[in-house]
């Protein structure tokens, strides 16, 4: 069992830059794949990025790439996400997920809230 929690989300202008971070709970963190997706009102959950259990893969969706960077520490149990360059269509709820490549996201956050304004 695995529990995460987010923090870091809040308010910035268009441009600016967040860092979120997902800790989570459990002697297992290190085995699983990391990700974060995002929920804009109104629209379904997305993928935004992904890491793999030894940081060494990452993977992001096309509409962050470039200004989003994913990392992890698994001494510390947290996964990042540093979001610059940040636009108002990144204005979403925030979540992070553990899971593995034969399970898929098995847990998730409850989410910490971005807003971008214009």
């Known amino acids: 069992q695995v529990q995460l929690a987010e923090s870091g989300g809040g308010l910035v202008q268009a441009g600016g830059s967040l860092r979120l971070s997902c800790a989570a709970s459990?002697?297992?963190?290190?085995?699983?794949?990391m990700g974060w997706f995002r929920q804009a009102p109104g629209k379904e959950r997305e993928f935004v990025a992904a890491?793999?259990?030894?940081?060494?893969?990452?993977y992001y969706a096309d509409s962050v790439k470039g200004r989003f960077t994913i990392s992890r520490d698994n001494a510390k149990n947290t996964v990042y996400l540093q979001m610059n360059s940040l636009k108002p269509e990144d204005t979403a709820v925030y979540y992070c997920?553990?899971?593995?490549?034969?399970?898929?996201?098995?847990?998730w956050g409850q989410g910490t809230q971005v807003t971008v304004s214009s």
């Open positions: 890491i793999s259990w030894t940081g060494s893969s990452k």
């Open positions: 459990g002697r297992t963190f290190s085995t699983y794949i």
């Open positions: 997920a553990a899971g593995s490549q034969t399970m898929g996201y098995e847990y």
